[in-house]
T-cell receptor
Framework: EDQVTQSPEALRLQEGESSSLNCSYTVSGLRGLFWYRQDPGKGPEFLFTLYSAGEEKEKERLKATLTKKESFLHITAPKPEDSATYLC??????????FGSGTKLNVKP | EPEVTQTPSHQVTQMGQEVILRCVPISNHLYFYWYRQILGQKVEFLVS????????KSEIFDDQFSVERPDGSNFTLKIRSTKLEDSAMYFCASIPLAGGGGELFFGEGSRLTVL
């Protein structure tokens, strides 16, 4: 069964304290893995697409990496404005997207 | 930057009433989706739509739900007789290429509150 699991469910960091979020997946015919940021009451905002194992993408304090079974979203020296829920999604066959439950990140000043 | 727009942003309705949520996808996108997110829960797939017909639907998308693309721009989700458990954020999303992959572009969502 195709599925996406994110961990941890919630993460509290002090400003400047780096950490990583995990997304593990099982999907037949992976066509892409996506990271989104979601603020309360808002739609998911696209961050990264990863297509193949070994690929890395960076944007400001965020870096996403991909292996054959999981992806990590590394947050370096986070700031309070990085507080949000981070969603992982994978695209399988027939344009089906599977979402994880998200990691709620809270960065305290 | 092109964006997916959704209306209304918030709708309050009585149980049993019909609701129509509207979406204007990005103009050159071909594949459209509706997702819902109950407060504090994960984003759940409802239905995908391509070439003016439903491509796939989830178990949630029962006979109370329907989708239409009444003209070249709008994409609607109708809930015929709302239930309390339909209270959620409903997101419209689209991708540019059918079969070509690519990230989902989401609208800001429509919050539905069923009383």
């Amino acid at each position: 069964e195709d599925q996406v699991t994110q961990s941890p469910e919630a993460l509290r960091l002090q400003e400047g304290e780096s950490s990583s979020l995990n997304c593990s997946y099982t999907v037949s015919g992976l066509r892409g893995l996506f990271w989104y940021r979601q603020d309360p009451g808002k739609g998911p905002e696209f961050l990264f697409t990863l297509y193949s194992a070994g690929e890395e993408k960076e944007k400001e304090r965020l870096k996403a990496t991909l292996t054959k079974k999981e992806s990590f979203l590394h947050i370096t020296a986070p700031k309070p404005e990085d507080s949000a829920t981070y969603l992982c999604a994978v695209q399988g066959n027939f344009n089906k997207f599977y979402f994880g439950s998200g990691t709620k990140l809270n960065v305290k000043p | 930057e092109p964006e997916v727009t959704q209306t209304p942003s918030h709708q309050v309705t009585q149980m049993g009433q019909e609701v129509i949520l509207r979406c204007v996808p990005i103009s050159n996108h071909l594949y459209f989706y509706w997702y819902r997110q109950i407060l504090g829960q994960k984003v759940e797939f409802l239905v995908s739509f391509y070439n003016n017909e439903i491509s796939e639907k989830s178990e949630i998308f029962d006979d109370q739900f329907s989708v239409e693309r009444p003209d070249g721009s709008n994409f609607t989700l109708k809930i015929r007789s709302t239930k309390l458990e339909d209270s959620a954020m409903y997101f419209c999303a689209s991708i540019p290429l059918a079969g070509g992959g690519g990230e989902l572009f989401f609208g800001e969502g429509s919050r539905l509150t069923v009383l």
